[in-house]
T-cell receptor, first 114, second 109 residues
Framework: NAGVTQTPKFRVLKTGQSMTLLCAQD?????MYWYRQDPGMGLRLIHY???????AKGEVPDGYNVSRLKKQNFLLGLESAAPSQTSVYFC?????????????FGPGTRLTVT | EDQVTQSPEALRLQEGESSSLNCSYT??????LFWYRQDPGKGPEFLFT???AGEEKEKERLKATLTKKESFLHITAPKPEDSATYLC??????????FGAGTRLTVKP
C-alpha cells in the first residue's frame, strides 16, 4: 500500500496562474481532506469530502476549489494563484466508520507563488 | 471562538531529561483529541487518540493524557530520535477539525 500520495511535491507559480494538486489514496477511505500549513499557524482545513461526488468547505476555503470524481482521488484547484497561497499543502484521508477519527496524511506539496 | 493552543512553542531537552507538552482547547462537542508527530519535510504521523477525560495512552517513551480542557504529552527519558514537531488536533461537532500550531522538540545527545 502506498497510503496517501500527493503530486507534485514542489511547484512555483506566478501570480494569476492556475494549477491543480492531486491527492490519491489506496486505502478505500471515504473521507478526504485538504489542509494548508503555514509557519506558526498549524494546519488549517481548506475543504473536505465525505464521499465520491461530495465536497464541503473548511476553515479557509476562499481561493480554492475541489473535486472528488473518484473515491480514491481528491483534487485541489487554484484558479488564480496569489502570493498569500504560498504554503505547504497536505492531503489526508480516513475511513468512515472505523470508530476512530485519526487521519492519514500525505507527504505534502510545497507551493510558492511569486 | 474554537481554539487549540499548544505550549511551549519550542522545547530543548538533554537526552534523558523528561518533560511534558501541553495542548489546551476551547471547543464544544469534542469527539476526539489527537497527537501527531511531524518530521521536517514530511506529513504528520498519527500517535494517539483520546476520547474522554481521564483517558491515557502510551507508546514507547510517550504518554498522552486528557482532561476536560487540556491534554498533555509526557516524554520520559527522551532520545535524539524523538526530536520532531508534535501536533495536537481536536475533532468536534460533526466534521470540524482544528490543529494547534505545534511544539518543536529538540533532544540533544
Amino acid at each position: 500500500n502506498a497510503g496517501v500520495t500527493q503530486t507534485p511535491k514542489f511547484r512555483v507559480l506566478k501570480t494569476g496562474q492556475s494549477m491543480t494538486l492531486l491527492c490519491a489514496q489506496d486505502m478505500n477511505h471515504e473521507y478526504m481532506y485538504w489542509y494548508r500549513q503555514d509557519p506558526g499557524m498549524g494546519l488549517r482545513l481548506i475543504h473536505y469530502s465525505v464521499g465520491e461526488g461530495t465536497t464541503a468547505k473548511g476553515e479557509v476555503p476562499d481561493g480554492y476549489n475541489v473535486s472528488r470524481l473518484k473515491k480514491q482521488n481528491f483534487l485541489l484547484g487554484l484558479e488564480s494563484a496569489a502570493p498569500s497561497q504560498t504554503s505547504v499543502y497536505f492531503c489526508a484521508s480516513r475511513p468512515l466508520s472505523s470508530g476512530s477519527y485519526e487521519q492519514y496524511f500525505g507527504p505534502g506539496t510545497r507551493l510558492t507563488v511569486t | 471562538e474554537d481554539q487549540v493552543t499548544q505550549s511551549p512553542e519550542a522545547l530543548r531537552l538533554q537526552e534523558g531529561e523528561s518533560s511534558s507538552l501541553n495542548c489546551s482547547y476551547t471547543v464544544s462537542g469534542l469527539r476526539g483529541l489527537f497527537w501527531y508527530r511531524q518530521d521536517p519535510g514530511k506529513g504528520p504521523e498519527f500517535l494517539f487518540t483520546l476520547y474522554s477525560a481521564g483517558e491515557e495512552k502510551e507508546k514507547e517513551r510517550l504518554k498522552a493524557t486528557l482532561t476536560k480542557k487540556e491534554s498533555f504529552l509526557h516524554i520520559t527519558a527522551p532520545k535524539p530520535e524523538d526530536s520532531a514537531t508534535y501536533l495536537c488536533a481536536v475533532h468536534y461537532n460533526n466534521n470540524d477539525m482544528r490543529f494547534g500550531a505545534g511544539t518543536r522538540l529538540t533532544v540533544k545527545p
